[in-house]
């Protein structure tokens, strides 16, 4: 299976980026994984919030895959449990799989509108940074699921 997440901006706090590289460390053990990080749009001043998601975005699409399926997280997407994500996993694991996960000032609407999928982590709002470590706990307690392997408690 090949995975690529696809997200805006550095993680600057160490324990994320700690999280981060353990759980992409046992992604690998399973599937084909990229991490592709796109700069954040630096624009300074009020009212620049719809210009710096646009921009994000067309970031964004340079690095998406055409013939890929493609989710992307929103907090008005669908929840899934940990077990039924699994299952979607494996349900799409013939395909080239494109997880997006936006910036501070969030994901432009048109991918959004575009996307295979759209799934929610929370009903709470994240932290972006945190958004992608769960992200990447959640593929790796999938790949623990499906294999019957004792992570998932």
Do not use: W
């Not at 501070?104 to 972006?128: I, N, W």
Request: net charge positive.
């Amino acid at each position: 299976m090949q995975l690529t997440l696809i997200a805006i901006g550095r993680i600057t706090e160490p324990f994320i980026r700690d999280g981060c590289t353990v759980y992409g460390e046992r992604i690998r053990r399973y599937a084909d994984l990229r991490l592709i990080v796109v700069p954040e749009e630096r624009i300074p001043g009020k009212g620049k919030r719809e210009y710096i998601i646009h921009q994000e975005g067309l970031r964004i699409r340079e690095k998406l895959s055409p013939a890929g399926f493609t989710v992307v997280l929103d907090e008005r997407g669908k929840f899934l449990s940990s077990e039924a994500f699994a299952l979607f996993l494996e349900k799409n694991s013939r395909k080239k799989i494109s997880f997006i996960l936006g910036g501070p000032y969030g994901l432009d609407d048109s991918l959004k509108k575009e996307a295979d999928f759209r799934l929610s982590l929370s009903p709470m709002t994240l932290v972006h940074s945190m958004a992608r470590m769960l992200l990447l706990e959640q593929i790796y307690r999938a790949f623990t699921l499906l294999r019957g392997e004792p992570y998932h408690k």
